[in-house]
């Protein structure tokens, strides 16, 4: 029998429900932000990945799948979204003068990395960019924003690591010193081959041995330069203003090389060693590495598997709104005639084509999470009348045939429909 490849997995129905659940909530509130949602092909150059994510990134190097097309052209299965919106806005024509663009997204990543707990080679991710104004207001209102998802979706104990990565007038003083501090010390082999190629991507080590000595490495904030800490402070006075908590972070650095002020993280510690719920910042200069008009932007993405596993415990929800039990063959054909008139209604309703028992169908309307249950048998074909069930209380009444379908659609009507 074949099996899903290592690091890919099957969304059944219970887990797509709750994923679509979540969806609509994202949805929603990135809706009254002005954020519309735009969809990218999962397929794209390699060299737009390479050129944005930075050809030294383990992203680039490691994990991309990236393949040679019958054509003859290097592609590569999207790692992440934002080169790949940027790219669509710059062909569409969005960002040239009409102002702030604001544009999401959810669909599907590929990486090549060991599969963890919410985190698979394919994965699924949500996202927002904001494209062309340099305003520190902006990456505050988006910060607030993420807020405002956490509390759509009832995710608790999380906190928000703020900071601010610098820029190119100031950063590379700060690499150059990181460089420095990281000679001579006893860091694990990944670590040492960043300290050459991406210095930055150090601090974001997860092992414990690098944790112990990274964490008396020098600070960003000792770098900035005058205009990002003026921006940083803006950042700040605004957040201070919208009411929204955050913890500075001087170490915290995003791990593409496209980032530069403000950078932020949400975590949920008790997610363990991967435990950053969604992260993302200012990427100025990405739009002009990629060829694309240059537009200043700001973002932050986050992982859908990761994300389920962040959230409350799923309410026990009826999930259909009539099972139609036939007590015999005989009302087989008018329990298909009453399921028929309740879809057409906009009510959820199935049928057993099995022939079972009526104890064995009130099992199965259990099973399938109805709310109510319509019992037909040979008395209720007789007096042109159904007994209708609560699946919930027991309670149970008689209902005359031509007033069953109202007796049903006040009962539950709504719940389960769309």
């Not at 735009?38 to 050129?51: D, Q, Y």
């Not at 703020?162 to 990181?178: D, E, I, T």
């Not at 959820?348 to 009130?362: H, I, P």
């Amino acid at each position: 029998m074949f099996q899903t490849l290592r690091g890919m997995r099957d969304i059944l129905p219970d887990e797509a429900e709750r994923r679509r659940s979540m969806e609509a909530a994202l949805r929603g509130v990135f809706s009254r932000y002005g954020y519309r949602e735009i969809v990218t092909p999962m397929m794209e150059e390699a060299s737009l990945f390479a050129r944005g994510l930075g050809e030294g990134s383990d992203l680039v190097s490691k994990e991309m799948y990236s393949f040679e097309d019958r054509g003859g052209r290097t592609v590569t299965l999207r790692p992440e979204g934002t080169a790949s919106v940027l790219r669509a806005a710059a062909q569409a024509g969005l960002c040239q003068g009409k102002g702030l663009v604001r544009l999401c997204y959810y669909g599907p990543m590929f990486r090549y990395e060991k599969p963890q707990k919410g985190r698979m080679r394919e994965f699924y991710q949500y996202g927002v960019e904001a494209l062309g104004s340099h305003s520190p207001a902006l990456d505050a209102e988006m910060l607030e924003m993420v807020a405002r998802v956490l509390e759509a979706l009832r995710v608790e104990d999380t906190t928000l690591l703020l900071n601010s990565v610098g820029c190119a007038a100031c950063r590379p003083a700060y690499v150059k010193a990181l460089v420095k501090f990281a000679e001579g010390k006893k860091l694990c082999r990944e670590c040492l081959a960043r300290a050459g190629r991406n210095p930055l991507r150090m601090l974001d080590c997860k092992r414990g041995e690098c944790r112990d000595v990274l964490d008396g490495a020098p600070e960003i904030p000792d770098y900035w330069c005058d205009d990002c800490r003026g921006h940083f402070s803006e950042v700040r006075e605004n957040l201070d203003g919208y009411g929204v908590a955050y913890k500075l972070e001087p170490h915290l650095v995003r791990g593409l090389d496209y980032y530069v002020r403000t950078a932020f993280e949400v975590i949920q510690e008790s997610l363990g060693a991967q435990d950053a719920l969604l992260g993302g910042g200012r990427y100025d200069g990405l739009a002009k590495a990629l060829g694309c008009p240059d537009v200043p932007g700001i973002g932050f993405a986050g992982g859908v598997e990761r994300l389920l596993i962040a959230l409350p415990e799923a309410e026990k929800t009826p999930r259909l709104d009539v099972y139609v039990a036939a007590a015999g063959d005989s009302a087989l054909g008018e329990a298909l005639r009453l399921a028929r008139e309740m879809r057409a209604a906009g009510l959820s309703a199935e049928v057993d084509f099995e022939g079972r028992s009526l104890k064995a169908q009130m099992k199965e309307a259990n099973r399938l999470g109805a709310r109510r249950a319509v019992i037909l048998g040979e008395d209720e074909l007789k007096n042109r009348a159904a007994t209708l069930k609560d699946m919930e209380t027991g309670e149970q009444r008689s209902v005359a045939r031509d007033e069953l379908l109202d007796a049903v659609g006040r009962s539950g009507k709504g719940k389960n429909s769309s």
